[in-house]
C-alpha cells in the first residue's frame, strides 16, 4: 500500500513517497543521493520490503531533483527539506532517518535534532573520490544514535577497511561484497544483484529489529 504527496521545503517543493505497512511498528524515512532519485536499487529494494515486515518506507524526493535539476543544491537545504519532510510524516512509531550518499549524509547531521531513534547510511561517502585525507567521519559520528552504514567493497568514496576500527559511537557495519558506491556489483562478481539487494534488506532489518524495535520494547 503506497501513497504519495507533493510537501512544501523551504527551498521549494519537494515529493514524499510512502510505502505502509499494516501494522507498523517503525518508519524509515529515507532520501537520494547528489546523482540520483528515489529509483535507486537500493532505495526501491527497501521500499518493496520492509513494508511487509511491519516497518513503513518514506521516500523523499529533494525539491531540487523534482524541479528537473541536475546538480544537488547545497547541503543546508538538503538538511532543510529532509526536516520538512519528517514533519509531514507525523509518524507515532519510532523514526528512523536515512539516505544514500549525500542523503545518509543529512540523515547522520539531522537525526539528532529529529529525535530520531535510528540513522541509516547506504553508501556513506567517508570522503570524496581519491582524496581519504578529506574524512567525514566526524558527519558520522555526529548522528549520536543507533547508526547502520551499509558499504559496497568496491567504494570509492569510503571501502570498509578505511572506516575505524572500532566504529564510532552506536554505530554498525555491514558489507555488500563486490558492491560500488551504487551498491551495483559486476557480472564477474560471486553474487548477482538481487543477492546483493537482499543484502541490503536483511542487514536494514536485522538492525531495525535489535537497536530500534527491541529498544522501543525494553523502554
Known sequence: MSDERVIDTPHGEG????????????????SHGAGGGIEARDLVALAEA??????NVALFEQPWRRAGRKI???????????????????????????????????????????AATGCLALSFPLHPPGKPERSRLEELA????????????????????????????????????????????P???????????DIVVESTLEWIVREIVGNAGRG
Open 142 to 185: 555526529g548522528a549520536g544514535v543507533p547508526t547502520l552504514v551499509v558499504q559496497g567493497e568496491r567504494d570509492p568514496m569510503g571501502r570498509p577497511e578505511e572506516f575505524p576500527d572500532p566504529l564510532p559511537g552506536r554505530t554498525d557495519l555491514a558489507i555488500v561484497p563486490a558492491a560500488d558506491h551504487g551498491l551495483a556489483v
Open 50 to 55: 520492509l513494508p511487509r515486515q511491519g516497518i
Open 72 to 114: 544537488a543544491t547545497p547541503p543546508p537545504t538538503l538538511d532543510a527539506g529532509l526536516r520538512s519532510a519528517a514533519d509531514a510524516l507525523r509518524v507515532r512509531t519510532p523514526l528512523i532517518v536515512g539516505g544514500r550518499s549525500a542523503g545518509a549524509r543529512s540523515a547522520a547531521r539531522c537525526a539528532r535534532s529529529l
Open 187 to 197: 557480472r564477474s562478481a560471486p553474487l548477482s544483484q538481487a543477492d546483493a539487494m
Open 15 to 30: 515529493r514524499l513517497v510512502m510505502h505502509r505497512a499494516r501494522r507498523p511498528v517503525a518508519t524509515l524515512l529515507a
